[in-house]
């Protein structure tokens, strides 16, 4: 028998929305796209023939509606995997807890959820502006730590090659993303392994002012292979949402405009266009599918 999840654990508003997002369930679509900034959500919604919802908390915006007759959802997240954490753990509640006799449900949701955001590259053979779909992704933050997490032994051994590598205090963790969405999306896009990093700067290894304690960390991970191939992209939050949808039974992808070139230091004239053009490419392969 399913137990009752406390006020505590599971904090709703006096309207019975789940607290952060400020969402009720009929507000969320199956399919899902997630950004991180909370101005791109309008930039996708402005496609949509019809919105249903709008709702804004915080740096989580929501909206909802419909291009045709496939119904969607918008939200962003703000930066980095704590973030990702919150927003995948209160969209499972929407579609699989009881709210009002907060029990999880007998018949549990599959949510279908698309990353779309920006990178830095760290192939010097990949075109800046090209869109890349993570077939998986690293964790540099220590977000699983704090989760039951269970990953292969191929996936031990190079996580465990990575901390002994960078000289790190942790371990981190290696999370695959969902071969039916890499299906929906495959053929448009390259394809590689992410590096989610806890930071922009030194997690990066970007120095300003500061210098990183890790000076050759972007040619170690450039030169190492995964079991999905060699990595290719730094940015926030890809391994949070593939380690979290396992966890969860949720189906996720992640595709990222690579505004940025690491190997060749450069940076986009054409930023915005990027992300535009992988924003039309998620809507017409979403609306095919």
């Known amino acids: 028998m399913s137990r009752r999840i406390p006020e505590s654990e599971l904090i709703l508003t006096p309207e019975g929305r789940v607290y952060h997002l400020n969402l ?11 950004v991180g900034d909370p101005d791109r ?50 969209l499972d509640a929407l579609v699989n807890v009881d709210l009002k006799t907060r029990k999880v ?16 590259c760290l192939q010097d053979d990949i075109p800046l502006d090209a869109c890349l779909m993570s ?39 290696f999370a695959e993303a969902s071969g039916a969405l890499m299906e929906t999306f495959d053929g448009d896009f390259y394809q590689g392994v992410t590096i989610t990093a806890p930071g922009f700067y030194a997690p990066q290894g970007r120095e300003v002012r500061l210098r990183t304690r890790i000076p050759d960390m972007l040619d170690i991970l450039a030169e190492m292979n995964t079991p999905n ?22 189906e996720m992808i992640s595709l990222n405009a690579l505004i ?3 190997v060749r230091q450069e940076f986009s004239n054409n930023a915005e266009m ?16």
């Open 24 to 34: 009720l369930p009929e507000m969320v679509a199956d399919t899902i796209i997630v």
């Open 41 to 90: 959500v309008p930039k996708i919604s402005c496609h949509f023939d019809k919105i249903q919802y709008q709702v804004s908390s915080r740096e989580l915006v929501t909206h909802t509606g419909t291009i045709g007759n496939k119904r969607l959802s918008v939200i962003s997240s703000g930066m980095g995997t704590d973030n990702v954490e919150l927003l995948m753990t209160e």
């Open 105 to 120: 449900k007998d018949n549990l949701r599959k949510l279908q959820i698309i990353r779309i955001g920006t990178s830095g």
């Open 135 to 173: 077939k998986a992704a690293l964790g540099l933050d220590s977000l699983m730590n704090f989760y039951r997490w269970e990953q292969g032994e191929d996936s031990e051994k190079l996580v465990s090659d990575i901390q002994y590598e960078l000289g790190l205090s942790f371990k981190p963790y």
């Open 229 to 250: 191939g060699r990595f290719t992209n730094f940015e926030m939050e890809t391994a949070g949402y593939y380690a979290m949808a396992k966890l969860l039974g949720h």
């Open 260 to 262: 940025a070139n690491r």
């Open 274 to 289: 990027a992300v535009d053009n992988l924003i039309h490419f998620t809507l017409t392969r979403l609306c095919e599918s």
